[in-house]
């Protein structure tokens, strides 16, 4: 009596292995690209992370030498009731900012023209750039250096000094100052803008602009001469 063996092992078809090389080559695809999505992401929030972190401890360091300013400056040379830029007695002319656009405060404020033809409100300026003296009575200016974008810092007589690190790039800076006209019986207040991103060859990365925004008031009223 003969016995037949059905024993014999059966292998994958060609089709078979295809589908399941098909399969293996999609969930490897996909993991890849959640992985890589991933690495972008992590890198995108620690470039922010940083240029955040070092714009914060550049407008904390200008709130600072703001609130104890004095003399805020706006036009250099303008002729208006900003008188020279309130430069003090002694003082040369030329150390003001320029490009100063003038806005309309709402705040009356009839005993003095200002740069708004037939208004007798109080101006505010939007600046580029902040010029006026700290505590020390050093001439402090604040500006953007458009070739490097950096924030630049000018104690005069020394040259200016760039305040933020390599890791962040200053793409707007503005300031807006109300209140620096003496004999208005207002304190100074000094908003900043700030709008700040990573510095990275990484274009997702460097597109992310952070804006950030603080208002400071100085403690006491400008003066003119030394005539509040």
């Given amino acids: 009596m003969r016995h037949h063996s059905n024993n ?14 098909s399969i293996f080559s999609i969930v490897v695809a996909i993991a890849t690209g959640g992985f890589i999505s991933s690495l972008r ?30 003399l805020f400056c706006h036009d250099d040379g303008a002729s208006d009731i900003n008188y020279d830029c309130n430069l003090p007695s002694g003082s040369a002319p030329g150390n003001g900012v320029t490009a100063c656009t003038p806005i309309d405060s709402g705040y ?47 104690t005069e007589p020394s040259p200016a000094q760039s305040i933020t690190g390599n890791s962040v790039v200053v793409e707007n800076l503005h300031f807006i100052i109300f209140g620096n006209i003496a004999g208005d019986s207002w304190t100074p207040r000094v908003t900043i803008v700030l709008g700040v991103a990573p510095s990275s060859t990484d274009q997702s990365v460097k597109s992310d602009v952070l804006n950030l925004e603080t208002t400071v008031s100085a403690r006491t009223i400008d003066c003119h001469l030394g005539q509040c």
């Fill in 8 to 21: 014999k092992k059966r292998g994958f078809t060609l089709v078979e292995i295809l589908v399941a090389i």
């Fill in 108 to 154: 009356a404020y009839s005993p003095a023209p200002d740069a708004l033809a037939g208004n007798s409100d109080l101006p505010m300026w939007d600046c580029p750039s902040l010029s006026f003296f700290n505590a020390e009575g050093e001439h402090v200016t604040y500006s953007l250096d458009p070739a490097t974008k950096a924030l630049m810092k000018t």
């Fill in 41 to 70: 992401t992590e890198r995108q929030v620690s470039s922010l992370l940083s240029s955040q972190s070092n714009a914060s401890l550049v407008l904390e360091q200008m709130a600072r030498e703001i609130r104890t300013g004095s």
